[in-house]
């Protein structure tokens, strides 16, 4: 294939794909992708759950879809979503669509027409490729492939045939390395300049799309150098190395006031006597930051490879993705002048998924520190200790990496009374923030304020309905101003279920004065192993206006324990059976008679992982007290 046929049109179909009118609707598959580091990982997901569902549907021409097709396919999204992501940097549309004509068609749009996509073709052979190899990828396993332009957008469509097809008997196939293991796997022999060619040509393409499969599922940026290495060395250099910078360092980072620099984050030689000696002369001498998206040369470091490395080529390859520097790639090859072009080209691909892959970890990452900071701040730093009381309490997050949607609190209120509460809230993440944000400090101020419990419940219920509706009245204000289109709007609502109680010491045990707003019911443990609810099941908070909640009051005798948890625990599931199915949770903490309050809690903890063979798929938190 020659290079991309560059049209303008205004038609709706990519020039020279089969038209598609009145085709089954199962056939085609539409996303819109963030222009992210993510983006490619996620449409090869989307394009191999497409290619599956297909087959097991039967439908007209899925009998020609093969493993390599499917292949194929996962070469060319990966190729035309790194290319958007790159060089466009907006949101990617994705269309995968099987045709009657025996052929998947791939189109992948983006917001940014100005920008052409990049093809090296018509540069000389002996130039170092500037923009990679990406498009000579598509043109070689595609049967026709081109670009349309239409207002503000710009689609990149490959059509790919099935095997047995007319069009991919034309086409020349390629013998593939299938199925990535380790890093190791993709290159266990070293291989020369006599080789290259022969090597790149059968086996590179595979070698491409199994590594971005393997880089992009690592959320660690360390670990995403360290498997680079293993990548490239020894089939594609003798050694190689990984700086990261400080995306807050910038153009003028570099100076002599730019302080600790790029981090050398690792290196790797066939040899692994050599790593040490290499590294410390790495460190002396820094790859500068180029304007130029080329790989440029890099001083060779004779003294650190030995009698057989005096001389030898290196290349350094600036990581970027999203427009923002990353940090820097090098490798070297001894007993060569300079790398040949194949070998360079298939790098450069391949610094551009690693470049991906560290901006999609440091994304992770930061989103992590976020979470853990917002967790720390909607959590008390301690529980408190209750004269005449134990307590004991289970908190496990599902979702390590952001907020959860489960809170417990156990704090004084003053004038010889505590208060606790316990509580889940509709969703997960920053929406699941914002109400135990503003849950927890009024629960905290009304109880202080010396207000009752239900009274408690009926005040936190009209903030959450006010605040909910504030902040859909302002997305709509939003929405309107920026002549957007009219449709859902707002957070949505904010349900909260909550058990809140209060604490009264006195001689001879703990008053217990609680309500349950759509909350698992507590359950009181005797002393003889009897079980009984402790409250009555009302609504959940910030679902309706006119509601008015009532509260009970009990005594806790010594001995007595009183278990309160979340849905997390009651709704745990084996199959289709749950944990709380038949009195299952009562049948468990009658089991715990006589226990401290340490000791129910962990075994029903345990019960509960035990219940299920997976792990818990839903927040979890458990509190007992118990009267001394």
Not at 325 to 347: N, Y
Not at 355 to 379: D, E, K, N, W
Not at 420 to 444: M, S
Request: aromatic share 6%; proline share 7%.
């Amino acid at each position: 294939m020659g290079a991309i046929p560059t049209q303008r049109e205004t038609t709706s179909r990519a020039p020279g794909a089969p038209a598609h009118h009145g085709a089954d609707p199962r056939t085609t598959i539409r996303a819109t992708l963030s222009g992210s580091p993510l983006a490619p990982g996620s449409a090869r997901c989307l394009v191999r759950a497409a290619l599956l569902e297909w087959t097991e549907l039967a439908l007209p021409g899925t009998e020609h879809l093969t493993d390599r097709l499917a292949d194929d396919a996962m070469v060319v999204v990966s190729e035309l979503v790194t290319n958007a992501v790159v060089h466009a940097g907006t949101d990617v549309e994705l269309v995968c669509r099987l045709e009657d004509t025996r052929s998947v068609v791939v189109e992948v749009a983006d917001h940014h027409p100005s920008r052409a996509p990049r093809d090296n073709s018509s540069e000389p052979a002996y130039e170092t490729p500037e923009f990679g190899r990406g498009l000579r990828l598509v043109s070689t396993l595609a049967e026709a492939w081109g670009v349309t332009y239409r207002t503000g957008t710009k689609t990149v469509w490959a059509r790919l045939p099935a095997e047995g097809s007319p069009a991919d008997e034309e086409l020349e196939t390629y013998d593939g390395e299938r199925g990535l293991r380790v890093a190791e796997i993709l290159a266990p022999e070293p291989q020369r300049a006599e080789r290259d060619r022969d090597w790149l040509g059968r086996g590179a393409l595979s070698f491409l799309a199994e590594a971005s499969d393997l880089l992009a599922g690592q959320l660690d940026e360390d670990l995403v150098a360290a498997l680079a290495g293993q990548l490239i060395v020894p089939r594609l250099a003798d050694w190689c190395a990984v700086w990261l910078e400080d995306e807050a360092m910038g153009r003028g980072g570099w100076g002599e006031d730019a302080g600790a620099g790029p981090r050398l984050a690792r290196v790797w030689h066939g040899s692994e006597n050599r790593i040490e000696e290499l590294r410390g002369a790495l460190e002396k001498d820094p790859p500068r930051p180029q304007d130029s998206l080329r790989p440029v040369a890099y001083p060779w470091p004779a003294d650190a490879l030995g009698p057989h490395g005096t001389h030898g080529a290196a290349l350094a390859y600036r990581l970027i993705a999203g427009g923002r520097p990353l940090g820097t790639l090098v490798i070297g090859r001894s007993g060569l002048p300079c790398f040949p072009d194949e070998v360079t080209g298939l790098v450069e691909d391949l610094s551009r998924r690693v470049a991906l892959a560290i901006g999609a970890a440091r994304q992770y990452a930061r989103q992590a520190t976020i979470s853990r900071v917002l967790q720390r701040g909607l959590l008390p730093g301690a529980v408190a200790e209750i004269p005449g009381m134990h307590s004991a309490l289970v908190y496990e997050p599902c979702d390590k990496g952001g907020p959860s949607g489960d809170f417990y609190d156990l704090f004084p209120a003053g004038d010889g009374r505590w208060c606790f509460a316990l509580g889940d809230v509709q969703g997960k993440g920053p929406e699941a923030a914002v109400v135990i944000g503003l849950a927890r400090p009024w629960l905290r101020l009304l109880a202080r304020e010396g207000y009752r419990v239900a009274d408690v419940l009926d005040r936190l219920n009209q903030l959450l309905l006010d605040d909910a509706t504030e902040a859909a009245d302002a997305a709509a204000h939003a929405l309107v101003a920026a002549g957007g289109m009219p449709g859902p709007v707002g957070d949505g609502p904010r349900f909260l279920s909550l058990l809140y109680g209060e604490l009264v010491p006195f001689d001879g045990g703990v008053r217990c004065t609680l309500a349950s707003a759509g909350h698992p019911l507590p359950l009181l443990l005797g002393p003889d192993g009897s079980v009984a609810t402790a409250a009555r099941p009302q609504t959940l908070l910030g679902v309706l206006e006119d509601v008015t909640y009532t509260s009970e009051t009990f005594e806790l005798r010594p001995g007595d324990s009183l278990l309160c948890v979340t849905d997390g625990v009651t709704e745990r599931r084996s199959g289709s059976v749950q944990f709380d199915d038949g009195d299952g949770l009562a049948t468990a903490l009658a089991g715990c008679a006589g226990l401290s309050a340490e000791l129910i809690a962990e075994r029903i903890k345990r019960l509960v992982h035990e219940f299920g063979g997976r792990p818990p798929e839903d927040d979890l938190a458990l509190l007992v007290l118990q009267a001394e």
